[in-house]
């Protein structure tokens, strides 16, 4: 167990920022500050707090200020040979919850929003709130954790988070290949992380252990010509939500070069993603709990959950 102990009198000071009144959204680092529109002008901006509260690595849990930086979380995380879902695009911790980006090894680290057991967040009226609970099995109540992630700080400003956190595996290796086709480069290896795809080249991320690895590699090898590369290509900056199936078919949209990742349905492009037609049933629903957890649209405002990515 370790690091920095901190009671809550930070979260409380914190809760006093926001206050009950006027509109406020949280500044990290702006990496992904672009998503779901710009915040509308004269908002207050207020920064969350910083550092590891209690890391339990027995236990595969890490509780952290929002404020705190990915990197930062991740060294700790390493030292002890573990790492979280977080994204690897630097930013902070309540910005990658906020967003509730995935990073491109989804298919090997988990979702960001499954990995959220604990969320403390400061509510429209200014209180701190505690949704779930700081161990891995927690399911009793409403899933208030899985509600706040991805919903770009619109019901609450996130203060605090405990995270699963899962082991580093003993060998990794990025390969890629030109002209190999991703659908059948995903089912010819038994569990990839990442499956990336730009049109040309295929990525593919193996983790395991190293007897495991390398004989994927070889799997690999007798279909395409792979090498072993650095790591994933550079990600464009706008992220598209799309059905899985349609990913191999983003070449025909005319969005500009892309990143797609085969099996997940996500899209890194250059260009953003056209506003699709809503469903009026998830409308409706969206609409209700804005109402209920922000009635005087003071969160962020001008920002939309569910805007291109």
Do not use: C
Not at 90 to 96: C, M, P, Q, Y
Not at 133 to 139: E, F, L, R, S
Not at 187 to 213: I, Q
Not at 256 to 281: K, L, R
């Amino acid at each position: 167990m370790s690091t920095l102990r901190v009671d809550d009198r930070e979260l409380l000071a914190f809760a006093e920022l926001v206050g009950a009144e006027g509109p406020v959204a949280v500044e990290g680092s702006r990496t992904r500050w672009h998503v779901g529109g710009a915040v509308a002008e004269g908002t207050t901006l207020v920064r969350a707090p910083v550092g590891i509260v209690e890391y339990r690595p027995e236990e595969m849990t890490v509780q952290v200020r929002a404020g705190t930086a990915v990197a930062d979380l991740h060294a700790e995380l390493a030292a002890r040979g573990q790492r979280s879902a977080l994204p690897e695009r630097g930013g902070t911790v309540g910005g990658a919850v906020a967003v509730g980006e995935n990073g491109v090894a989804v298919l090997g680290r988990g979702s960001v929003r499954t990995s959220v057991l604990q969320v403390r967040y400061v509510s429209a009226e200014g209180a701190l709130v505690t949704g779930g609970g700081p161990v891995v099995k927690n399911v009793s109540g409403f899933n208030l954790p899985k509600l706040i992630v991805g919903s770009l700080g619109t019901l609450g400003l996130v203060a605090e988070v405990v995270l699963r956190t899962n082991p580093v595996p003993a060998s990794g290796r990025w390969l890629a290949a030109q002209g190999a086709a991703p659908l059948a480069v995903r089912d010819a290896v038994l569990r990839p992380s990442a499956v990336l795809w730009d049109g040309v080249t295929t990525w593919v991320h193996l983790e395991g252990h190293r007897g495991d690895v390398d004989a994927e590699t070889r799997v690999l090898e007798r279909l395409a010509a792979f090498e072993a590369v650095d790591g994933p290509p550079p990600l464009p900056p706008h992220r598209w939500r799309l059905a899985p199936s349609e990913v191999v078919d983003f070449a025909t949209r005319g969005a500009g070069e892309f990143v797609g990742s085969i099996g997940v349905g996500t899209v890194w492009a250059d260009q953003p993603q056209p506003p699709g037609p809503a469903d009026p049933a998830a409308a409706i629903v969206s609409q209700r709990m804005k109402e209920r957890f922000d009635p005087t649209n003071r969160l962020n405002p001008g920002r939309r959950p569910g805007w291109t990515r």
